[in-house]
């Protein structure tokens, strides 16, 4: 399929971008979709070949912020239970649903993590205000980060966002690390994706080999630029990606 180098060098570039800003922010994967789509793919090999092409880069970053998912183990286990199980889920829902079913609440989906991240400490306030230290809302972080996870099996696109955002909704702690939970999160649901997809979805491998190491290369710098982004910033940087995604994917 991939007859013109300039089309081997866009997904090596787009593969590291899309790497960087998954661990950063999240909504790298909409990057890496179009340019598989620019190649010839259908959409359906391009969006499977997209998720499990991800998968790498979450290695990569959850490798290298490692240490901020210390200090919480039970957070840990249940959210990535949550998010294994719902990754399969959303998985088989792809094979067996009309692509309308999901298509059609994208883009409110991604829009509404936006605004979660930007108004975070008004519904926070909202839901009273936990001090420092408080525990999680359990429920709705492990619900949250389940039907994310059905959402990111389904369509990859902005999984990392709508996860960061539930993150920051319903667990108490630095933006810091819960985008290393991010990270974790997005790697666990992208080894169930690829054990699903392997086995029933139509995915184009040649591309896979091509963008994983740079998924790769790109999470794990983009994990060490995460340390050292300032929790604000890095917040609004996660609502301008929303945003844009969403406007994207609204008008696509």
Known sequence: MFTDWLELALLVVVGFLSGAVNAVAG??????FPALLATGMPPLVANVTNSVAQGPGFVGAAVSQREDLKGNPRRLWTTSIAACV?????????????????DAVVPALVGLSAVLMAFQNTIRGWLGSP????????VLLTTGIFLA???????????????IAILVLAATDSMRRLNALKSWLGMIGSAA??????????VDWVAVAMLVP?????????????QRLPSTLLRYVVVV????????????
């Open 193 to 202: 994706t690829l054990v699903v997809y392997a086995l029933i979805a139509p």
């Open 86 to 102: 719902g990754s399969a889920i959303g998985c088989a829902l792809l094979m067996v649903l009309p692509g309308e079913v999901f």
């Open 241 to 252: 990606i929303a945003a844009g995604v969403a406007i994207y994917m609204a008008f696509d």
């Open 131 to 138: 001090a420092e230290g408080a525990p999680d809302r359990t």
């Open 149 to 163: 996870s059905i959402y990111g099996g389904y369509f990859g696109g902005a999984r990392s966002v709508i996860l």
């Open 214 to 226: 740079t998924t790769v290369l790109g999470g794990f710098a983009g994990g060490k630029l995460a």
């Open 27 to 32: 909504g790298g994967s909409l990057l890496v």
